[in-house]
């Protein structure tokens, strides 16, 4: 059986890729996961699928770059860069931009019989939205 970061790799290959079937067979039906930036609570693969889509339609060229992953039994925890540029509506922005998205990620899955039944995603929403030109920078105090 593959282990947790194996299974986690192939679930970025997916990604990156646009595979959606091969995710599939990664993914439990049922996955839990949570975008925690966001607040978003995810309860199945199709939601899940949905929520990985709204990253594409937003940055067509989105990637997890550079991972380094850390196999934790059951679990698999992953540092990556997530990069992409702005070509269309992301989230509530349905402003197009053109800017880049280039910073770090962490993810964090639960595997159990080869297949991943929940995870959660930590990034600083702030870095993204300034990088992408949807918000402004913070002014120092």
């Known amino acids: 059986m593959a282990s947790s970061v194996e299974i986690h790799r192939a679930a970025h290959d997916a990604f990156n890729e646009r595979d959606w079937e091969q995710m599939r067979s990664l993914m439990a039906d049922t996955i839990a996961y949570s975008d925690r930036p966001r607040g978003l609570e995810l ?6 699928l949905g929520w990985l889509k709204e990253w594409t339609t937003g940055m067509s060229d989105a990637r997890v770059n550079d ?3 850390l196999e934790a039994g059951e679990y698999s925890v992953c540092r990556f ?9 992301i989230g509530p922005a349905q402003a197009t931009t053109g800017k880049r998205m280039d910073m770090p990620f962490c993810e964090i899955l639960h595997i159990q019989n080869g297949r991943v039944i929940s995870g959660e995603i930590f990034y600083d929403q702030l870095t993204m939205l300034t990088q992408l030109g949807l918000a402004e920078a913070p002014v120092p105090a």
């Open 81 to 89: 860069n997530g990069q992409g540029t702005n070509d269309g509506p």
């Open 43 to 48: 309860g199945s693969f199709d939601e899940f």
């Open 67 to 69: 991972p380094d992953y």
